[in-house]
Each structure stands twice: as C-alpha cells, then as structure tokens.
C-alpha cells in the first residue's frame, strides 16, 4: 500500500470513530461520511469491501488507540496503580467535558445498536470490553501487590463491574447532560467496591 | 376516544415497545410498523402526529409499565426491602434469558441512540432514569429503617450507581450473549456497594 492509499485509509478510520461515538451505525451513510471525508467510492472500495468491513475496522483502530490509551495512564512511571487508575478515569470525565457528553463509547453505542442484530459484530465488541477489562484487573493486582489494596479484593470482579458500570456511566452522563454519573461512579468506585479509604487525586 | 381507537392506539404502544427494545429509532420504518401491526396509516396518525410523538408515547408506556412493576416487586407484602430489589433483579435476569440476551431496556436503547441528538428525547429518558433511581433509594431507605442496611449507607448514591451499573450490565449482557453480567452485578452490589455479608436469595 502506498503511504497515500494509507492516508486515505488512516483517514477514513478516525472520521468514522468520531461519528460512531455520536451517532448510530444504521443513521451513518456512506454517501454522506464520504463526501465529509471528500473520498471518493472508488478509492473507499480499493480499502473496504462494504460499510460493515469499514465498521470493524473502525472498530479495531478505537480498541486499539483505546488500549494504548489504558496502558500509558494505568502505567505511567512515578504513579501508584490506583492513582492511575483514577488518572484515567479523570481524563475520561474531561474528554466528555469537552464534547458537552453528546460523544459516548464507540464500544456502548455499538454494542446497543448491534449485539442483537450481527454475531460478527457482537464478538468484536465484547472481546474489546474484555480486554479492557483484563488491562484494569491487572492494574488492580498490581494495586495489591503494592498493599494499595487489601488481599481479599477479587480484582476480577472489580474490574469486570468497572466496565459494566463505565459503560452505564458514560450512557447515563449523555441523559444527564452532565460528567456527574461519572464523578459518582468515581467516588462510589474506589470507596465502596475496591474499600478504599480515600480516592485518589490525579495529579 | 372510543373503545377500538383505544385498542389500536394500546397494540401500537405494545409494538413499539417490543420493537424499540430491539432495534433502533433510526432502524425502525413507520411503513413496517403499520404492516406488522396490520394498521392503515390514517388510523396511525389520528393517534400519533409523527413518529417522534409516537415514540414518545411508547416511552411513556413502558416507563409507566416498568414503574408498576418496580412498585410491585419492591414492596410485595411479606418481603424486606432488600429481598424485594433481588426478587426485581432475578425477574430481570429471567426475563433476559427468555429472550436470549437480545432485548435490552428500551431506555438504555433510545438514550444511547437519541440522547446527544434530540432535547426532548434526552430529558423524557432521564426523567425516567431518575424516577426509577428514586424508587430504588426509597427502598434502600426502608432497608436502612429496617436494620437490613447499616445506617452509613448513602441511599441516593447507592441507587445512582445501581441504575448507571444496571444499563451497562444489561448492555454487556447483551454483548456477551449472557447473563453473567448482570449476576456479576447482583453479587457485587449487595456484597460491595451495600456491604451486605450474604446477598439475599429470591424465594
């Protein structure tokens, strides 16, 4: 592929991440995403062969930037796993800020509209949850190991309810019109489900 | 309004209903709706001025229905408080394997959809987030009353991240093709979150 071609690609795939974020797959022509994204059907074509090709792509390109995203706050150098765990979540809360919580998780608006419609799509989505899933269980054994966290936390659990409710957090907060679903999964997060004394402060 | 209006007017609510927990707002066509309701379009819009005033009125149904039902697990005479909110659970629970993970909330659905892209649609859906969360504060309340719950438990924030974790739980429910979410949720909202040593058992 020459590095053209790959522009095209590269740029076809984040124009799709920020209209699935705010808008369903079934309402996202590919009449209109092109002509936004001025390329042309042909040259989509050349890199996708139909719109639920695009999607998955679309998809792994949000689960990857996501994933490295997970792994530079939970690991940043200097920082306890708790704190980046909190780190995360705070960037998270600004990142809704800014777009006044009408942009969600590409994952939840997805996963609403096609769990029930395509088995592909369905596997995709919920092996991204799960691997995000893994990333925060492994920040919170580390947080163990660090005596952060008490030995009888199940990290698992923990980690699997934090995504559960992320999820519904992020969908809640785009009702509410406010990061206050959030800041309270924050605070009932790391006081109730992991017995935390005090939350974390970012830095 | 006479009795067969009526009846029309209450199979379309029902339709809508079925449907909307199913699929999306955008995906679901006036034209097959009628089809499958076997209504002639005229007799739709001496109802309905328009598919979002129709929508709107579906959302009112359920939030009604599922509030009746709220009322009537929660307080069913001869449970505490708390067995009452698991007996809600387990009936939600079964009646996500009755249809094999495929319907979610019809709330959670139409909030992920509609929410950034229409005022209205948003605020109905949050006002009926928050009368549901109420509810369940309220028997959070009775519990504390009771002696079920420790008096330092804080009921409103209890019942804020019940429903946050419930959407994203019915969410991942229907992403993993499982109830083990919502099982998850079940044990780490009465064991975590409210602290209880023994979730109660439904009789």
Known sequence: ?????????ESLLRLGVELLTEQTYSS??????????GVPKGSFYHHFASKADYTHAVIDAYGAYFAKKLERTLQAPGRTP??????????AIAGMARYACRRGCLAGNLGQELAAQDEHFRQQLDALLSD?????????????AAGELSADCDAEAAAALFWIAWEGAILRAK??????????LRTQFFCRVLG????????
């Open 1 to 9: 592929m020459n590095s053209r071609r790959s522009v095209t690609r």
């Open 28 to 37: 996202t022509g590919l009449d209109a995403l092109l002509r936004r994204a």
């Open 82 to 91: 708790l704190a980046g765990l909190a780190a995360f979540i705070d960037s």
């Open 132 to 144: 995000w899933q893994r990333r925060v269980a492994n920040c919170l054994r580390a947080a163990i």
């Open 175 to 184: 009702l509410a019109g406010s990061t206050a679903p959030l800041q309270l």
């Open 196 to 203: 935390v004394a005090e939350p974390p402060f970012t830095e």
